[in-house]
């Protein structure tokens, strides 16, 4: 009977991790992958007996990190939604959470990287074990920001493959149009630049080739910024929301009274309806300056950023182009 519920189990799991690369050796089958000698990704180690029938069970994770590397291995939880006592872990769990589909801070990455990398030099032997939810998307982002930081890989490009590579059988690893983007932000201050919170001011946005959007009526625009809330997590804070209709204009017009915003900045649209999230993306305003075109207005510099649908969260899944039109881009 034991054996017949344990094989049930390993089909329900390799159902779940899909497309993920598993650890089938030494008698484990774990969601779990080395990106490289030092660094492991793997999906969430479940403390629930119930999840732990589909998901990596936490014990079993401990006892391959035991096996494997003893006093050598600190874990790594990027779960906002989630977390475990990390004494199972003999305390040697650090959080760095932010949302799922999400990019995470440029202050988070920058901690995380400085976090990795003081600990795997401590100890040629130490490697790190890094999760979220599955194991993939922010796990990706985070293990790619530190291939870059620590001159594993010389780009976020190069990273972003390698990641791709190691940890899907697909190679569809970090897919997220906007994760992408910010391990490119990451990869951009390498070389020695310090970064800090700009402040811009947002005049309009324009939707071109927007058809699917002019098929929906009045859509709700809403941009956000990020803040801690109480509970310390993460989350979108709502700066404010305008509808469109698309059946009469394509553009967001703000220049009578222009939108001031700093750091991660979210724009997003839903449908008025429903609320169902039809796109979104992040961006981050101190990297707008390098990324966007200069346009002389008088006096003024004004920036012009653009991003092409294959840049854009949720149209980038539209590869067949059914909804969004294959020149659709937000500027």
């Known amino acids: 009977m034991a054996n017949t519920i344990s094989i049930m189990s390993n089909a329900l799991r390799n159902v779940v991790s899909k497309k993920r690369i598993r650890y089938k050796e ?9 990106i490289c000698p030092k660094i492991i990704a793997m999906g969430y180690p479940a403390p629930d007996i119930i999840e732990g029938i589909y998901r990596n069970r936490l014990e079993d994770v401990y006892k391959f990190m035991e096996e494997n590397h003893g006093g050598h291995y600190r874990i790594y939880n990027l779960c906002q939604e989630r977390s475990y006592d990390i004494n199972k872990f003999h305390g040697n769990v650090a959080t760095y959470p932010f949302e799922d589909h999400n990019p995470p801070p440029i202050v988070l990455m920058q901690r995380f990287c400085q976090d990795v990398e003081s600990w795997l030099n401590r100890d040629p032997l130490n490697v790190v074990a ?26 976020a490009d190069e990273a972003l493959a390698f990641y791709d590579e190691k940890r899907t059988i697909d190679r569809k690893g970090v897919t997220i149009p906007s994760q992408r983007r910010y391990v490119q932000y990451y990869s951009n201050l390498i070389p020695d630049i310090h970064y800090e919170v700009v402040s811009l001011y947002i005049s309009e946005i324009r939707f071109a080739e927007a058809n699917y959007l ?6 709700q625009c809403s941009i956000s910024d990020r803040q801690e809330s109480a509970s310390e997590k993460l989350k979108a804070h709502e700066l404010k929301t305008w509808p469109i209709d698309f059946q009469k204009t394509s553009i967001l017009d703000l ?3 222009p939108l001031m915003v700093s750091g991660d900045i979210k724009v997003e649209l ?14 981050n305003t101190f990297f707008m300056q390098n990324d966007a075109a200069r346009i002389l207005d008088g006096n003024t510099v004004k920036f012009m950023h653009t991003l092409n649908k294959s840049e854009i969260d949720g149209a980038h899944k539209d590869k067949d182009h059914k909804s969004f039109s294959e020149d659709f881009k937000i500027y």
């Open 255 to 257: 220049t009578s009274s």
């Open 26 to 34: 030494k008698g484990f089958n774990l969601d779990l992958s080395y």
């Open 270 to 283: 839903t449908q008025k309806s429903s609320r169902k999230m039809i796109c979104s993306f992040w961006v």
């Open 130 to 155: 890094v999760h979220c939810k599955a194991g993939k998307g922010r796990t990706g982002t985070m293990i790619c920001a530190y291939l870059v930081h620590s001159k594993f890989l010389n780009t």
């Open 214 to 219: 002019h098929n929906l009526g009045t859509v």
